[in-house]
Every structure is written in C-alpha cells, then in structure tokens.
C-alpha cells in the first residue's frame, strides 16, 4: 500500500510538472503521440504472441515492402490496432467509454481478421479459457461489464493507479470477446487515463511474464498489487518519457550512460526498475534510457 502511495505521490508530481511545461506545445506533443504509435502496436500485440519486430511494425505502417512473408492477419492486426490508438488519443476525452464504445473498438480491431465476430461479445456457447481461468458464460457478460463500469465510477475516490489496475484485471477477467482481449482491454486502460487527464502508457512485451502473474494473483487471491506496479511503472515511464522531450534533455541508453558516469550497467538497470532514476524504456534495444 505504502508502495503505491509513493508511486502516485511521484506520478502526481511528473503530472503536474508535464501541464507546466507541455502547454502552448500542442505540435511536439502531436509528434511524441504519433511516434509512439508503432511502440504501442509492437508491445500490444507481442504481448499476444505475434511474430511482428519493432521495425516491421513500423515498415507495415509506413506501408514499405518487408523482407519476409507476414501473414495477412497480422498485417491487419498491426494497421486495425494502430488505427485505435490513434482514435483513442484523438476521441477520449469527447466520448464516454461506454460498452457501446467498448464494442466499436473491438470491431476496428478485429475488421479483416474475424468479421464474425468483429464487434460483438460471446454469445451461444462461446466459452474461453486463459490458462486455468475459465470465462464466465456469454449470458453473465453484460451485466458484469455493467458493474464493472460502476465500480470504476463509484471509485473515484481512490488513486489512478488502483483505479486502472482494477478495471484491467477486471476485464480481463470476463474476458467478452472470442478473440482480441487483451489488446482491446489495454486500449481500455488508455482511454480512461486520457479522459482522467493522464497521458497513455504502454505495458512492454519485456514485462509480459510479470503481466500474465499479475492476472494469476487476481484470480487466485482477488488483490491487484502487481498490476498496480506495472500500471505505475508505465505511468511514471511516460512521463519521465514526455518530459525529456519537452525539456530538451539529451537521451541516451543506459549503456552509453554507464559508460560516461563510470557506473555499472547492471546497477542502473536496478535504478531504472526501482525509478530512483529518470530512465524509461525503449523496445528497439529492449533497454532503458535516460
């Protein structure tokens, strides 16, 4: 708990030192967005097993011919879920999340890939397993969407970073959707941070064995601690991010870092997981930067 209060207390900090500096720098702030487009595609989508590299994620949406065979349904999952994340920085703060919404959002995604069932919750006997969790049935989805929604309303009181954890973990775990959870439920999380004010964050492929425990110690124990460390993690990542291109700093990766401050690699590493540094990361090396 105390943990938490600190990372929020630290995000509460970057947040308002961000508003300071961001403003009247609308264009710099549209050029960090479109930048992390590609980013946030490349993570989503490794995070669900796809094949895709940074760079070919970047060449499929720059439309540049690639040097191997990409099936058709990840060349669409690469373009539909760009496609979102633009949407979602662009639309929410002017529209509620409603399952309405909740249900247009999975259609671009799944559009070209399974039309089906593009758009639509489970229905008839389409059940779904992830690992020992079993979903509840098609018939209980829309009702514990509902209370979903009005327990993340009701909770207002508490801190960003429960606040996300919860409804994530809790979508999850309903599971609604034949295919496309997970990459749909991590938009989720972005368009509630953008209509609460926050900026987006990106949960990194790196961390996805810490991201799939986090769902483990949900469904056996009903706490979200870890997903609560990964949230603000990528919270304060996104900031320190924003705010080393607001202010102009230099970056560089940690290697190059360490080799200037004469300090162990591996130690700043540890300083950048614990965030007792200004450090986020990139995937290109898949190391962090400073």
């Known amino acids: 708990m105390a943990k938490v209060l600190n990372i929020f207390t630290k995000i509460k900090s970057l947040r308002e030192k961000y508003y300071m500096i961001s403003t009247g720098k609308d264009s710099l702030l549209k050029l960090i967005a479109e930048a992390e487009v590609a980013e946030q595609v490349y993570n989503s989508n490794a995070i669900e097993n796809s ?3 940074l760079e070919e ?14 099936s058709g349904r990840e060349i669409f999952e690469a373009k539909n ?4 994340v633009s949407y979602t920085d ?3 703060k002017e529209q509620e999340l409603s399952l309405d919404m909740i249900l247009f959002l999975h259609k671009m995604l799944i559009s070209n890939i399974h039309d089906d069932i593009a758009g ?21 989805i829309k009702q514990k969407l ?6 993340y309303n009701a909770s207002s009181y508490e801190n960003i970073i429960k606040r996300m954890a919860k409804i994530h973990l809790t979508f999850e775990n309903i599971h609604p959707f034949v295919d496309g959870n997970g990459r749909i439920g991590r938009v989720i999380l972005n368009y509630l941070l953008i209509r609460e004010g926050f900026v987006p964050i990106n949960i990194k492929f790196i961390d996805r064995k810490k991201y799939y425990e986090a769902f483990n110690e949900f469904d056996d124990e009903n706490k979200t601690n870890v ?3 990964i949230v603000g993690k990528a919270l304060t990542n996104s900031y320190h991010k ?11 990766t940690l290697a190059q870092y360490a080799k200037n401050t004469k300090t162990s690699h591996s130690n700043l590493i540890n300083k950048a997981n614990r965030q007792t540094i200004d450090a986020f990361c990139t995937p290109p090396e898949h190391d962090s930067k400073i």
């Open 90 to 92: 662009k639309r929410a």
């Open 120 to 140: 639509r919750f489970r229905k008839d006997n389409e059940y779904v397993r992830v690992g020992n969790h079993i979903a509840p049935g098609p018939e209980e």
């Open 242 to 252: 924003r705010l080393a291109y607001l202010e102009g700093k230099e970056i560089v």
């Open 51 to 53: 094949t895709l590299t």
């Open 227 to 229: 997903m609560e460390e």
């Open 146 to 151: 509902e209370n979903m929604q009005s327990e």
């Open 81 to 84: 879920l760009a496609q979102i």
């Open 57 to 70: 994620t970047e060449k499929i949406l720059l439309q540049i011919d690639l040097d191997r065979y990409i």
